[in-house]
């Protein structure tokens, strides 16, 4: 597994606000880059079309109040991987997040996808920053 993490980013909103957010995958399409087309969700379930890629399904494997989400692959994908949105409290007020990618890619798809994995979770998480600016 590849580990694909984003800086940290300050949220001024609580953890327990912020979780929340995330925790509801209707509200991932807000973050999602711009590449992202075809947004279709409920509160546990999304899919959407990379664009000129590929259709992906995620759901929520877990949540872990105030501090984490988890998603991963529903059904097929091209590799598996999970997606989490790390939350840490700061203040009753502000907290920080990260996002963390894990990706189980070849060698070769690696080469390929690490760029735009590490570019993908940079700007998830600096869109998260915009929204709780």
């Known amino acids: 597994m590849k580990k694909f993490e984003s800086e940290n980013v300050q949220l001024n909103s609580s953890a327990e606000n912020v979780f929340e957010y ?64 790390l939350l840490i409290p700061i203040r009753t007020d502000h907290c920080e997040a990260k996002i963390v990618f894990n990706a189980d890619l070849n060698p070769v798809f690696s080469m390929m996808a690490s760029k735009p994995l590490q570019n993908l979770v940079d700007l998830m998480a600096k869109n998260l920053e915009k929204i709780y600016a």
Request: proline share 6%.
């Open 22 to 85: 995330v925790g509801n995958l209707s509200n991932f399409g807000k973050f999602m880059p711009e590449q992202i087309t075809n947004w279709q969700s409920t509160a546990d379930t999304c899919s959407f079309t990379v664009q000129n890629m590929t259709t992906l399904s995620m759901k929520v494997q877990e949540r872990v109040p105030f501090e984490r989400i988890n998603v991963i692959p529903d059904g097929k994908t091209p590799f598996d991987f999970s997606l989490q949105v």
